[in-house]
């Protein structure tokens, strides 16, 4: 899973029709959330900063219910968009992922876990074990 790292208000206007995840790496305006679903409708998930996501509206929660984009807590840590401007999710969030599944942890022990092991949030966690390809 390929998320496009969204770094300038700039780069929302060069989102491709392929992109189907997004990570804000700043604190996108209502607006901006806007421009970048309307600009590609195909986009499932969008993931924003947590100092925003305590801020978010009640109508842009709705608005992204409204169009079925689901909403992830959180940031991509260590990325350099300099180097490319894609954050890819590592085939061992993925392994480690299934092998807990198999060992038939709970969803919660899973995302404990893998929160610490990975230093991903454990939103994001939640979101690629109901989302992700494991």
Avoid: C
């Amino acid at each position: 899973m390929k998320f496009r790292v969204i770094s300038t208000k700039s780069d929302i206007e060069n989102i491709d029709k392929n992109d189907e995840y997004i990570h804000f790496a700043f604190r996108p305006s209502n607006t901006d959330i806007f421009n970048a679903i309307s600009n590609n409708p195909d986009i499932k998930a969008i993931q924003i900063p947590s100092s925003y996501m305590k801020t978010l509206s009640k109508s842009m929660k709705m608005f992204f219910d409204i169009h079925n984009v689901s909403l992830i807590e959180g940031d991509i840590w260590g990325h350099r968009k300099d180097i490319n401007e894609y954050y890819e999710v590592p085939d061992s969030v993925y392994k480690k992922l299934r092998e807990m599944v198999n060992e038939g942890l709970s969803e919660d022990n899973i995302i404990e876990k893998m929160s610490k092991e990975t230093r991903l949030d454990p939103d994001f966690i939640r979101f690629l074990l109901n989302h992700g390809n494991y």
